[in-house]
């Protein structure tokens, strides 16, 4: 019997057939980037020639990722901070400009979902995941984005979740409302920033083989989920890495968008 891991194994992206641009002398900030999604968009980015800041709240995953990109001759900077917090995120970009210099790409990709009914959502429950999901992108633009306008260019991405655009059955109530609002946000921003040369798009992934816990997941169970998605695959980290790097790169007309990555497992 094939394990989970297999069963969810695909072809995953090929960087050799996308014809990239260079990021030679930009500076990305990539939050979440410890592992998972936002370790890939660092990485990518880094390799096409980004000086990256990752950020994180694990110092000791942080310092994996610098490492690798490093090790690929990359340049990058780690910050752990909380960045839900408005003045953590401030200090942050104030060391990100002191080491690498203005900020041009930030990629947000913090999350958090706790799946409760509606009626067992506390106050403080919902002012964590706002604060989490929706705040924390804010506050990132609020400092970067003088910086895009002052230098006529910039890319701001936002890692979301297709639960804010088709609702869902499981207690995610809270999760869904701060998810509709980082997509609302990405689309009122593109709007005004856009004649100052900055772009601000949405990533959207479906389902996504990360390093996390499996073994709730029977084999059966990861298999007929696969069978939902059309491309017969599980989605890869580099997916969406490649994802991020096309909107920094040859994307540059995609503004407001919301880029889904499924396998065509949601098409709207």
Same mark, same amino acid.
């Given at each position: 019997m094939k394990t989970s891991a297999e069963i969810r194994k695909g072809a995953i992206p090929d960087p050799s057939s996308i014809h990239l641009k260079n990021l030679e002398g930009k500076v990305a900030l990539v939050t979440g980037a410890g592992q998972?999604?936002?370790?890939?968009?660092?990485?990518?980015?880094?390799?096409a020639g980004a000086k990256v800041v990752v950020n994180g709240r694990s110092r000791e995953k942080l310092d994996d990722t610098v490492k690798m990109i490093e090790?690929?001759?990359?340049?990058?900077?780690a910050i752990s901070a909380d960045v839900s917090d408005h003045r953590?995120?401030?200090?942050?970009?104030? &060391?990100?400009?002191?080491?690498?210099?203005?900020?041009?790409?930030?990629v947000s990709n913090v999350g958090r979902r706790l799946h409760k009914p509606f009626e067992e959502i506390t106050i403080q429950d919902w002012d &964590?995941?706002? %604060? #989490?999901? *929706?705040?924390?992108?804010?506050?990132? =633009?609020?400092?970067?984005?003088?910086?895009?306008?002052?230098?006529?260019?910039? %890319?701001i991405i936002h890692v979301s979740g297709y639960d804010?655009?088709?609702?869902? *059955? *499981?207690?995610?109530?809270?999760?869904?409302?701060?998810?509709?609002?980082?997509?609302?946000?990405?689309?009122? #921003? =593109?709007?005004?920033?856009?004649?100052?040369?900055?772009?601000?798009n949405t990533l959207v992934p479906g389902a996504i083989d990360t390093d996390r816990d499996w073994s709730q997941y029977p084999n059966a169970?990861?298999?007929?989920?696969?069978?939902?998605?059309?491309? %017969?695959r599980w989605g890869h980290v580099d997916d969406l890495a490649y994802g991020a790097l096309y909107l920094c790169t040859t994307g540059s007309f995609v503004n407001g968008q919301a880029l889904h990555l499924n396998g065509g497992e949601f098409m709207f």
């Open positions: 998972n999604i936002g370790q890939a968009v660092a990485i990518r980015l880094a390799e090790a690929a001759g990359g340049k990058a900077h953590a995120v401030e200090e942050m970009i104030k &060391e990100a400009n002191s080491t690498f210099g203005d900020i041009d790409i930030s &964590e995941s706002i %604060r #989490i999901n *929706l705040s924390a992108a804010y506050y990132i =633009a609020h400092y970067v984005v003088p910086q895009m306008k002052a230098n006529g260019w910039g %890319r804010g655009f088709t609702g869902h *059955l *499981l207690n995610r109530a809270y999760n869904i409302a701060a998810k509709s609002g980082l997509h609302g946000f990405s689309k009122a #921003i =593109a709007g005004e920033l856009g004649p100052y040369g900055i772009t601000a169970d990861v298999d007929k989920k696969r069978q939902t998605i059309p491309v %017969r």
